[in-house]
Each structure stands twice: as C-alpha cells, then as structure tokens.
C-alpha cells in the first residue's frame, strides 16, 4: 500500500502555461514534504521543500503548497519551461525517522 | 566536487546469479540509502545506514537482498540469486545530518537487467 500517491502518471503543459503536480499522502504523521525532479538516466535532484508548519513555500518559478487536511501537495510551474520536462517525485519523511517516501512519480512534458 | 559514485552503471544477467551493487556516498556524508525505481511503484526505499550501521532494512524485499556498509566511503547492495523482477534502477544516495530539506544527494543509478 503506497503511503504516497501520485495519481497522474504524466501530464502535458504548453510553453509559457502553468504546470501542476498533485501528490497525496495517507499519514499526519509525515512532517516534512519535498519534490526531486529527475531527467533520464540521473539521478533525481532535490527541487524544492516545505515544512508542515506552513502552507506555501515559494522559489523562483516554482512553488509547493499543503493542504494538511486534505493530506494533498502540490507543485505549481509558472511559466513552464521546455527544460522543466522530466519526471517530478514527490516525498516525505515522518518526523521520528530519516527516511523519505516518495511517490510513484509524474512525467512532466512541455512543449513549445 | 565528486557526487555520489555508483558502479556498473549497467548491469545484464542471467537468472540465478550473483549481482553487486557499489556506492560510494559523498565524502564526510554519514547517511547512505539504497533506492529501487520501478514503474509501478517508484522509487523505493530498501535500506538505509547512519555511521555505517543499518537503521532500517524494512524495505528489502526478500532474504534474497543484503546490503553491506564496511566503512564510511563504500556500500554494496547484493542480490542472490537473481530473478527477472529484479530488474530496476537501483539508486544509491547520501546525505550529511539527519533528512531534511535538500541534504540527500543520489548517485545516476545503476541499471540491472535480469534475463
């Protein structure tokens, strides 16, 4: 049973519009939520954080919210660039240990 | 700076056999990970070491999987004997202190097929 869930297996966004990754959790117990982004054949590359103390969490053209209640994330890409494409994995670490979870990822597709 | 160094980078074998996964995590980092990705569940945690002593194993999946950690600088992930659904990227990964924010850094994977 996955503790991580990313519903949307892949997603197709024009140039210049906005993207948005959804990512959904099943324990309040998780207290920090990332997203790593990851292009073929690398690794994947830490993206950006939040804590659950807030609720947004802002850099540059990307942001993360939270909704706790919902147990939902989300990664909006504005404007979405060509070079945005790859695949985005969210994950979260439970506050007792230094493990993360991540999903099952979604491939992210930009055209021009 | 050198990241985290995994061999092979690609690996063919045949049912049965021996395979050996090896990382070398990030000098001074005192945490090492073992991912596995796969399609239909992502990328998953198998087992996890702090100072060179396994923490948490939960996520290696049969008796068919151990993971060694002889010294700070070097891990293998072994597989025996192995099966077709084993094939996967394995990822290894470092950090420095405890996971939060942007601290684990991952090795580009190692591909292993079994035919």
């Known amino acids: 049973d996955q503790q991580v869930k990313q519903n949307s297996p892949s997603l197709s966004v024009q140039e210049g519009r906005i993207s948005i990754l959804n990512c959904d959790y099943t324990?309040?117990?998780?207290?920090?939520f990332l997203w790593y982004k990851k292009y073929p054949a690398e690794g994947p590359t830490f993206l950006i954080s939040i804590s659950s103390i807030k609720d947004k969490n802002e850099d540059g053209r990307f942001t993360v919210f939270l909704n706790k209640s919902a147990k939902h994330l989300s990664l909006h890409i504005v404007p979405s660039q060509p070079g945005d494409s790859a695949v985005y994995f969210c994950?979260?670490?439970?506050?007792?240990?230094?493990?993360?979870?991540f999903g099952t990822g979604t491939r992210l597709q930009v055209f021009p | 700076d050198a990241g985290v160094i995994q061999s092979p980078r690609h690996e063919v074998t045949e049912m049965g056999q021996e395979v050996t996964l090896r990382c070398k995590p990030i000098s001074g980092h005192d945490y090492l990970f073992w991912y596995r990705q796969t399609m239909m569940r992502g990328l998953e945690l198998l087992i996890y070491?702090?100072?060179?002593?396994?923490?948490?194993d939960s996520g290696m999946p049969e008796d068919r999987f151990s993971a060694k950690m002889p010294n700070a600088s070097f891990s293998t992930l072994k597989i025996q004997p192995s099966e077709p659904r084993d094939s996967a990227v394995y990822f290894c990964?470092?950090?420095?202190?405890?996971?939060?924010?942007?601290?684990?850094?991952f090795g580009e994977g190692s591909w292993l097929t079994v035919v």
């Open positions: 070491f702090n100072n060179n002593v396994p923490i948490d």
């Open positions: 994950a979260v670490r439970s506050y007792n240990t230094d493990k993360l979870i």
């Open positions: 324990n309040s117990m998780f207290d920090y």
């Open positions: 990964a470092s950090s420095f202190g405890r996971t939060i924010r942007n601290t684990i850094y």
